[in-house]
């Protein structure tokens, strides 16, 4: 992945509140998409190198809900102190903000704020029409 590589995020309906994306959308703890135990503080995203926000979302929504997509740069997530990885697990293409140095929930909702003041900012990436 280069800097400027977008890390494309689905938004779970319930992650939206008062027309506004909670910023639970980029929690390691967020209810819909927490990772488990076993998932070592991994948000899982989709590797704009290799899918469009609209393929993510397509992709995604074959088995999941979603009502879009926002996108955060590699770089962005780098800024914040966190780092991105592609496993590429369960499908290429599959990456991962790597919320692993946070040692409190705290300093993960701080974090998770900041990714999603910078997805906001760049505005939705793809929008389903309800």
């Known amino acids: 992945m280069e800097e400027n590589t977008l890390l494309h995020r689905q938004i779970h309906p319930s992650f939206i509140q008062k027309s506004e994306v909670s910023s639970q959308a980029f929690e390691a703890t967020s209810s819909a998409f927490t990772p488990t135990p076993k998932d070592n503080k991994m948000l899982s995203v989709y590797n704009g190198d290799k899918f469009t926000a609209k393929q993510a979302f397509e992709h995604f929504v074959a088995n999941y809900s979603s009502v879009g997509v926002l996108s955060v740069t590699f770089q ?9 990885l592609e496993d590429n697990i369960p499908f290429d293409g599959h990456a991962y903000i790597d919320y692993s140095t946070c040692e409190t929930n705290g300093q993960i909702k701080s974090k998770a704020k900041l990714l999603k003041k910078k997805a906001l900012d760049r505005g939705w990436m793809y929008f389903a029409q309800q």
């Open 76 to 84: 962005e997530v780098k800024t914040v102190g966190l780092s991105a």
